[in-house]
């Protein structure tokens, strides 16, 4: 064991721990979730830690000796190690304070350690004097914080695109399945089931859009600002060279906020991206409930199409199979949502010249950035590349609706129309072979009406159905 002193006392702590006395303090005054910091958060941390090394060794703060040090345990969490030295619950108080002190106390010790000393030897590296120099968790932390979401945002945009290929996949090897399109759960009018693949696509297009624009929102960080964005007790060189480091280090387009004070105390971008994640959300849960109607029964339901049979559905019931991927990401889809109220309470509650409420935002957001990172891929991969059509339930429940009718109106009128559907359902007979019986429509007119090129035809045009001889209801009876 060793010993570490602070303003409160002293305490013991384990020998090659790389946290410290903070952390330790942390960890028992936050026994809050259980939950571990995101790995992705720990990186960033890391980053914007070299980053600060790298400014005040340029500047002439930190020598040499000290700042590769520092430089190099940060290369090591950044490649994940030591990330079972985060010992702080993601919910604390401080607006972050704890965590990054357990950053500073885990990058020290580890920086001790490369330069030959043991752990605790904090005239060798301080997590004060020389990891945290010239910084504050007040800027290190949101800046963490947004260089780990713009990863996850560019790792998300990645799986929508996937997504979206394979919906407009589906698109196409579907485009000549004609179907009963539903309004409210009822019949409506045919269309193919193409058409409606290329919707969900389209969507997820848009969303995939969002995203990429949203990075836009959050690529200025605060690093510099130190307490409250004015960058007290940090000199302007290092200011000016901190984001410019964090920039060659992640890879990513960040840059020093104009307003630094702005950038401290308010945390509004990341309620936009939220929302940009929760539109995501919300078309995820429309389109995995679609789906799940689809291919429901599939003896007692639409069952037009087939989802891929991944695991067995109950443990009762032989045979069953559930449509377990559209679930999961239906379950995602509401965390995300419930995710995005946090992250906007945690936002709108923030006082003054700081958020006391970033940790919650914090784990919220990164939350949702990572469920919806594998979410997209695993419905793209486990469910929509393997969703197969049922063509005779298709056509056999256009046969059977009165998706005909609704073509039929131009031609023949709507009181027309409605009256040969009152006879047929009052026959018992389905439409299209009433309309064969009565002579109003041919079996070779109506399959050419209900075919793909006519339900891919946006509406139609003057003699589209002269050719069909279609006969309206009393034409041959006298006057």
Request: one cysteine or more.
């Amino acid at each position: 064991m060793r010993q570490e002193r602070d303003a409160l006392g002293v305490r013991r702590l384990p020998e090659g721990a790389l946290f410290g006395i903070h952390a330790l303090r942390a960890s028992e005054n936050f026994p809050i979730s259980g939950y571990a910091i995101f790995p992705e958060f720990i990186v960033a941390f890391a980053q914007v830690k070299a980053a600060c090394a790298m400014a005040n060794q340029e500047a002439g703060f930190l020598d040499a000796g000290r700042a590769d040090a520092i430089v190099t345990a940060c290369r090591e969490l950044i490649a994940g190690e030591h990330h079972d030295q985060i010992i702080v619950d993601p919910f604390q108080g401080g607006a972050g304070t704890s965590l990054n002190m357990n950053i500073n106390e885990v990058v020290a010790n580890r920086a001790i350690q490369l330069l030959g000393h043991a752990p605790g030897e904090y005239d060798i590296v301080s997590p004060l004097a020389h990891v945290n120099l010239h910084q504050s968790t007040n800027d290190t932390y949101p800046t963490a914080l947004k260089v780990a979401a713009l990863r996850l945002l560019k790792e998300l945009e990645t799986g929508t695109a996937k997504l979206q290929e394979a919906f407009q996949a589906k698109e196409t090897a579907f485009a000549h399945v004609v179907k009963v399109g539903r309004t409210e759960l009822m019949d409506a009018v045919p269309m193919t089931l193409g058409m409606e693949f290329g919707a969900y696509a389209e969507a997820i297009s848009r969303d995939r859009w969002r995203i990429f624009k949203c990075r836009e929102r959050i690529k200025q960080v605060g690093l510099g600002g130190t307490a409250i964005g004015t960058g007290l007790g940090a000199p302007r060189q290092v200011i000016f060279r901190a984001a410019e480091h964090l920039r060659n280090l992640t890879g990513l387009p960040v840059s020093r906020a104009e307003n630094l004070i702005d950038a401290t105390a308010n945390a509004d971008p990341f309620v936009e991206v939220s929302g940009i994640l929760s539109a995501l959300a919300a078309n995820l849960l429309k389109i995995s409930s679609d789906l799940r109607l689809l291919a429901s029964g599939p003896g007692a339901g639409l069952a037009e199409i087939a989802l891929p049979p991944l695991q067995a559905g109950s443990s009762i019931m032989p045979g069953k199979v559930n449509p377990v991927v559209p679930e999961c990401l239906g379950e995602v889809a509401l965390r995300v949502m419930a995710n995005h109220q946090a992250v906007t309470l945690a936002a709108s509650l923030g006082q003054l010249e700081l958020n006391q409420y970033l940790p919650l935002l914090a784990h919220a957001l990164l939350e949702s950035l990572r469920l919806l990172r594998q979410g997209v891929v695993v419905l793209a991969d486990k469910c929509v590349v393997g969703i197969t059509a049922r063509e005779d339930r298709c056509q056999e429940l256009v046969k059977r609706s009165h998706a005909l009718a609704t073509v039929l109106v131009p031609a023949l009128g709507y009181e027309a129309v409605s009256r040969l559907m009152a006879q047929a359902d009052a026959a018992g007979v389905p439409f299209a072979d009433h309309l064969a019986a009565t002579g109003v429509c041919s079996p070779e007119a109506a399959a050419e009406l209900l075919s793909p090129k006519r339900m891919r035809k946006l509406g139609f045009e003057a003699g589209d159905y002269d050719e069909l001889h279609l006969r309206r209801p009393g034409d041959d009876e006298k006057p």
